[in-house]
């Protein structure tokens, strides 16, 4: 094994295992986990129905940062960005902030590419904010973006 930084606690393992479950809940399929944390790999590789794999990175933020900035993957969020995004595996992130993992007070969840920086500002990023951890909302983003990338319009 190699060795590589890593910023993933306890606590995001925890919120990694949130998304996990809920995106099983919304009826896909897990096809690989990370376990070892590698910042080039994503945290889980998923497959709906109509077999289209997609990557979900997962990162949670404990505190909610009072200047409404959180910082993501402080140590690699730069190699993070080798995680494949493209039409044949889009890649999301998961941004847990505040609360506990299994219920975040915000969470922010879109392609990968929509987070270009790893200071994050939250009002500025409104739009990538869901209600709530839940799977109609992860499942409506996702099938979204699908029907954007392979619409034959």
């Known amino acids: 094994m190699r060795d590589v930084p890593t910023d993933i606690g306890s606590l995001q393992e925890d919120f990694e295992d949130t998304v996990c479950a809920v995106l099983e809940d919304a009826g896909f399929e897990v096809l690989d986990r990370n ?10 590789v998923l497959m709906d129905e109509d077999e289209w794999v997609f990557n ?4 949670y933020v404990e505190d909610t940062p009072s200047h409404g900035v959180a910082e993501i993957f ?27 993992p299994s219920e975040p007070e915000y969470l922010y969840f879109s ?18 904010l869901l209600n709530w ?17 392979f619409s034959p319009l």
């Open 35 to 44: 376990p070892s944390h590698d910042p080039f790999e994503p945290d889980i």
């Open 74 to 100: 402080p140590i690699t969020f730069n190699m993070r960005k080798w995680v494949r995004d493209d039409s044949d595996k889009p890649a999301f992130l998961a941004l847990g902030i505040g609360g506990v």
């Open 133 to 149: 951890l839940r799977p109609p909302f992860l499942r409506k983003v996702i099938e979204d973006e699908f029907e954007r990338i």
């Open 111 to 128: 392609r990968f590419f929509n987070f270009n920086d790893r200071l994050f500002d939250m009002d500025c990023n409104k739009g990538l």
């Open 56 to 59: 979900v990175i997962c990162y």
